[in-house]
């Protein structure tokens, strides 16, 4: 199944053992490649154009701001197409490694100087300044699927189905997991990359996994999966496989994919720490909607599709909570409740969400009472 993929794939019919006579050739020491990668007006697809620099920037401060063609990604008018790029965060480049090239991670802007409307970042980072003595964590659970070329999930049987989700999760096997080499070539280059990434396993159903970010203090959980998924998407590219961030990629008897979000305070974190969880439980019981509005780039409709109360999930209208329940909004670890410190998981934000609006839910409600 999987050489029948690749040979349908355009990208990986390309020989690959080419490139790499060419990434051999000695870079000069005076050039530095830098790709820019941003978020682009659908709020969940990035995009990304590389630039040579002269030297390495000494800090984030120091990259050039850059312009793009916002009317290409459904962000401007092609009369008055021209945004800004600004640097907010750097990685090393896990595709051109040997020397001092770089992932840019930026933030969108309009001539006027006005963040773009798929500009998250601007508004969750004034929220984490003000609540930077409370020191928020947070840690998001990435789920996504591989789908073939044609849109199938990557392994399924063209003319059916797979077996029943049961011996997926957490699977090894040739007829339980497809495509690991994918999943471990992105673990090795997000770890080179500098990104948090906490762990990675197969995920309920088949073709699908997972991959762990944080945990994070303010800003840096939400930049690291970013670019952790722009990383994904390059590597699945070389593989010809289609990753997608789908929260309900298959209708039916089968998971969806989120991306729960893990997140606690520094209060959380110690002594009796349970109480100041509690306290936060209820506030997020009374701003669900909020929340559901800020967990998907649709305001909630791509979650309908995905909170059923079904699959390991809590219904979309009804707030809930408990121990170890992962039929519920919010979850409190077992162990969590045991030590009476910890953190809470949010399971609701989709797969597929920002995670600049999930974090700045998060700490607008349980953290500046808003």
Same mark, same amino acid.
Request: glycine content about 8%.
């Given at each position: 199944?999987?050489?029948?993929?690749?040979?349908?794939?355009?990208?990986?019919?390309?020989?690959?053992?080419?490139?790499?006579?060419?990434?051999?050739?000695?870079?000069?020491?005076?050039?530095?490649?830098?790709?820019?990668?941003?978020?682009?007006?659908?709020?969940?697809?990035?995009?990304?154009?590389?630039?040579?620099?002269?030297?390495?920037?000494?800090?984030?401060?120091?990259?050039?701001?850059?312009?793009?063609?916002?009317?290409?990604?459904?962000?401007?008018?092609?009369?008055?197409?021209?945004? $800004?790029?600004?640097? =907010?965060?750097?990685? *090393?480049?896990?595709? %051109?490694?040997?020397? /001092?090239?770089?992932?840019?991670? #930026?933030?969108?802007?309009?001539?006027?100087?006005?963040?773009?409307?798929?500009?998250?970042?601007?508004?969750?980072?004034?929220?984490?300044?003000?609540?930077?003595?409370?020191?928020?964590?947070?840690?998001?659970?990435?789920?996504?699927?591989?789908?073939?070329?044609?849109?199938?999930?990557?392994?399924?049987?063209?003319?059916?189905?797979?077996?029943?989700?049961?011996? $997926?999760?957490?699977? =090894?096997?040739?007829? *339980?997991?497809?495509? %690991?080499?994918?999943? /471990?070539?992105?673990?090795?280059? #997000?770890?080179?990359?500098?990104?948090?990434?906490?762990?990675?396993?197969?995920?309920?159903?088949?073709?699908?996994?997972?991959?762990?970010?944080?945990?994070?203090?303010?800003?840096?959980?939400?930049?690291?999966?970013?670019?952790?998924?722009?990383?994904?998407?390059?590597?699945?590219?070389?593989?010809?496989?289609?990753?997608?961030?789908?929260?309900?990629?298959?209708?039916?008897?089968?998971?969806?994919?989120?991306?729960?979000?893990?997140?606690?305070?520094?209060?959380?974190?110690?002594?009796?720490?349970?109480?100041?969880?509690?306290?936060?439980?209820?506030?997020?019981?009374?701003?669900?909607?909020?929340?559901?509005?800020?967990?998907?780039?649709?305001?909630?409709?791509?979650?309908?599709?995905?909170?059923?109360?079904?699959?390991?999930?809590?219904?979309?209208?009804?707030?809930?909570?408990?121990?170890?329940?992962?039929?519920?909004?919010?979850?409190?670890?077992?162990?969590?409740?045991?030590?009476?410190?910890?953190?809470?998981?949010?399971?609701?934000?989709?797969?597929?969400?920002?995670?600049?609006?999930?974090?700045?839910?998060?700490?607008?409600?349980?953290?500046?009472?808003?």
């Amino acid at each position: 199944m999987a050489m029948e993929t690749l040979a349908q794939s355009p990208n990986a019919r390309i020989c690959k053992t080419v490139l790499e006579k060419y990434m051999r050739l000695p870079q000069p020491d005076n050039k530095v490649q830098a790709t820019y990668i941003w978020i682009d007006g659908t709020g969940e697809n990035l995009r990304a154009k590389d630039r040579t620099l002269p030297s390495l920037p000494k800090s984030i401060k120091d990259y050039p701001i850059w312009n793009y063609d916002g009317s290409s990604t459904y962000q401007s008018e092609g009369h008055n197409s021209d945004l $800004y790029l600004h640097p =907010v965060a750097v990685y *090393k480049d896990p595709f %051109r490694p040997g020397a /001092e090239n770089v992932l840019v991670l #930026c933030d969108t802007y309009k001539p006027n100087k006005e963040p773009t409307e798929s500009n998250k970042r601007y508004k969750c980072l004034e929220a984490m300044e003000r609540a930077a003595a409370h020191k928020p964590w947070f840690g998001i659970e990435q789920e996504y699927t591989l789908l073939d070329t044609d849109l199938h999930p990557f392994g399924w049987p063209k003319n059916g189905f797979p077996g029943p989700q049961g011996p $997926y999760y957490c699977g =090894v096997g040739a007829n *339980k997991v497809y495509a %690991r080499e994918l999943v /471990e070539a992105h673990y090795r280059a #997000c770890l080179y990359a500098g990104i948090d990434i906490a762990g990675t396993n197969a995920e309920v159903m088949p073709a699908q996994w997972e991959f762990q970010v944080g945990p994070g203090e303010g800003m840096k959980c939400a930049d690291d999966l970013w670019v952790a998924r722009y990383i994904l998407h390059r590597i699945s590219e070389e593989y010809g496989i289609v990753v997608t961030l789908d929260p309900k990629p298959m209708p039916g008897n089968w998971n969806g994919a989120g991306a729960h979000c893990n997140f606690s305070t520094l209060e959380m974190r110690e002594e009796n720490g349970i109480i100041e969880i509690e306290k936060a439980i209820d506030k997020l019981s009374k701003q669900h909607l909020r929340h559901i509005q800020a967990y998907d780039p649709k305001g909630g409709k791509d979650n309908e599709r995905r909170l059923t109360g079904a699959h390991e999930t809590s219904s979309i209208h009804n707030f809930s909570a408990g121990v170890a329940n992962r039929g519920a909004s919010i979850r409190i670890p077992r162990e969590v409740a045991e030590r009476k410190q910890g953190y809470l998981e949010d399971r609701r934000p989709s797969s597929n969400c920002d995670p600049y609006a999930v974090c700045e839910a998060l700490v607008r409600t349980c953290v500046l009472n808003e």
